[in-house]
């Protein structure tokens, strides 16, 4: 019997500890333009997505996290999952949106925020290359951000912020703005994390809030087994990984590594494919 993945509460919505990543399902492989190509050929319908939605949806795991709002094809391919599989999907959105301080842009922006609510988004934050254009580090501040949040709350939707840089994090929790979770890069690599592994480990760790932690593996840099045995290791019992995965079987194997870093033991999964293979490098991590 699959069993349901542990979950969290997030402003009072409860999520799975694992959040549905959507960058090789959408084409951002921070690979290549040629790997981007690749997934984009892959997935170009909504039914091409449904095998890995089935995959993470058969342990519980019905949170996707994206720009759905902003990608007609993300939308189609969420909608499609739900009516396949008979499951609502709660949306983690995460638009871009103008942040110019003009009365047009922030009519913009209350038209991106209107749309992630009209979609039916649970959660709406703050895509990092919008937000991060208002961080202003040597007042330890997010300028303006207060009145996106508002904006978020007018709509019904639960506000945060997707964060590149580790700084937002803290300045959100030295100001009170009004979040209730946050975005933030956390992987054994240090990938696109600006500041040491450790640093980004105490941010989070001090976090008032929930933290949804992005790019696990380092957008393949390093092994899941790898990448989400140090995650789940550090990690407070309240925060998520966001996991994405180009193929159901990506999916349930990432899931089993997740399932048995938490449970301590090890995971049941094969060894990997090699030419040749002879003495410990056959391992077989089933047996």
């Not at 094809?73 to 003009?102: H, W």
Request: proline share 6%; aromatic share 8%.
């Amino acid at each position: 019997m699959i069993k349901e993945f542990p979950r969290t509460e997030v402003g009072g919505v409860s999520l799975p500890r694992i959040l549905i990543g959507t960058n090789w399902l959408l084409g951002y492989s921070h690979t290549s333009a040629a790997a981007d190509k690749g997934i984009k050929e892959k997935f170009a319908k909504p039914d091409d997505f449904y095998p890995v939605f089935e995959a993470y949806l058969d342990y519980g795991i019905d949170a996707v996290m994206g720009p759905i709002s902003t990608n007609p094809l993300a939308l189609a391919a969420v909608r499609y999952a739900e009516e396949k599989s008979g499951r609502k999907i709660i949306i983690i959105d995460t638009p871009g949106m103008n942040v110019d301080d003009s009365a047009q842009a922030r009519a913009e922006a209350r038209k991106v925020i209107k749309n992630s609510a009209d979609i039916g988004s649970a959660f709406c934050l703050i895509h990092h290359s919008s937000m991060e254009q208002l961080v202003n580090k040597n007042l330890r501040q997010i300028v303006r951000l207060p009145d996106y949040l508002s904006m978020i709350r007018d709509e019904g939707l639960l506000p945060g912020l997707s964060a590149h840089m580790p700084e937002a994090v803290q300045y959100c929790d030295l100001n009170n703005y009004d979040v209730v979770t946050y975005i933030q890069i956390f992987n054994c690599m240090g990938f696109l994390m600006q500041i040491e592994v450790e640093g980004v480990y105490n941010i989070i760790r001090n976090a008032k809030h929930p933290v949804m932690t992005i790019k696990p593996f380092a957008a393949g840099r390093c092994t899941p087994f790898v990448g989400l045995n140090f995650n789940w290791s550090v990690l407070r019992d309240q925060d998520m990984i966001t996991v994405g995965a180009s193929s159901a079987a990506e999916a349930r194997e990432d899931i089993e590594i997740s399932l048995a870093a938490l449970e301590r033991r090890p995971p049941k999964i094969e060894g990997r494919s090699s030419p040749f293979k002879q003495g410990v490098l056959g391992h077989d991590m089933t047996k």
